[in-house]
């Protein structure tokens, strides 16, 4: 009976389908991104950049001017609110102090002159009367003289009237209202006031600036970010988990990090497990997972945070 040979080949060819058959496949690391809390700083008002006091790296603290802005139409409109504060104060202390010395004399001696006129149109009056009753004058000449009188004893009760307005001052009606519009220009004044410290572009947060959008002489509008940057020490780790392999983690747990471009490894609490709505949110380029999976975001908080300062931003990392 002859014995059946297998050749080197066939034999090589079935120990490596063997091996491999026996073999489980590497699960693949989960991947994510070193990622920091990004800030900017922009103008509340419209200006063109007079000068830029910091620069790209710098590291800027709380307060600190980072630009100065060019607002000519802010400076006129600080001009034309100081003008309205003082007319309206002005009016509001004439309706407080009523009227001057000078001008109770005038109204006085005006008083005196049509009291004169009145004077001399009632004794007019009363001769025309009795003359017209012995029928030595017309009804007409009698009637131009009853006008006169009239006339004057209507210009005497309005200077009297006046005067004695004069003497117990201004209504108090009237000075509430000079002292709304005085306070309303205040408002004004404050307003622009309030515009014109905004040239200066403060620090609100500590940063250090990345990247600075214009230069000195363009043109900055309100609100377009003039600097943007990351909060110091703020360095965490974002993952994005499949549902199928995010049993395998746990909110509070501590974890290792590995960053593959400088070989290190950073040791970490895991900070929260949110789920993800949208398939962009994820953070590796080719995702593995099924379809139906949801999607979980992992934030990793560095143990320390001085350390994983001087990772590079949007650096891949693994779990």
């Not at 001399?120 to 131009?144: G, V």
């Not at 009606?173 to 519009?181: D, I, L």
Request: charge should be neutral; hydrophobic fraction near 40%.
């Amino acid at each position: 009976m002859k014995t059946q040979s297998f050749s080197p080949y066939l034999l090589s060819l079935a120990l490596a389908l063997a091996a491999t058959a026996c073999t489980t496949p590497a699960e693949k690391p989960v991947e994510g991104k070193v990622k920091r809390e990004s800030l900017s700083f922009a103008p509340k008002v419209t200006g063109r950049i007079l000068t830029i006091l910091v620069q790209e790296g710098d590291l800027v603290k709380r307060g600190d001017t980072l630009a100065i802005l060019d607002v000519p139409e802010v400076n006129a409109k600080l001009a034309q609110a100081r003008g309205v504060v003082k007319a309206a104060q002005a009016q509001r202390t004439l309706s407080r102090n009523g009227a001057t010395e000078n001008q109770l004399k005038q109204l006085s001696a005006k008083q005196h002159g049509l009291q004169e006129q009145y004077t001399f149109a009632q004794k007019s009056l009363e001769r025309a009367k009795a003359m017209f009753e012995d029928s030595m004058m017309t009804p007409q000449a009698y009637d131009e003289i009853y006008a006169k009188y009239q006339g004057a004893k209507a210009q005497l009760d309005a200077v009297n009237a006046e005067l004695n307005e004069a003497r117990k001052g201004v209504r108090s009606e009237t000075q509430t209202a000079t002292q709304g519009q005085a306070d309303q220009a205040l408002g004004v004044l404050q307003e622009a006031e309030i515009a014109y410290s905004e040239r200066y572009i403060i620090a609100t947060n500590d940063m250090e600036i990345e990247t600075v959008s214009l230069r000195e002489g363009e043109l900055a509008t309100a609100g377009y970010s003039l600097f943007s940057g990351y909060r110091p020490q703020s360095t965490y780790f974002r993952f994005t988990i499949p549902e199928s392999r995010i049993g395998k983690f746990e909110k509070g747990a501590e974890i290792t990090v590995h960053v593959p471009y400088n070989k290190s490894e950073v040791k970490g609490k895991i900070l929260t497990i949110k789920q993800l709505n949208k398939y962009a949110d994820v953070t590796a380029a080719y995702p593995d997972y099924q379809i139906e999976d949801a999607l979980y975001e992992l934030k990793i908080i560095p143990a320390e945070p001085a350390a994983a300062a001087k990772l590079l931003t949007n650096a891949t990392a693994t779990l």
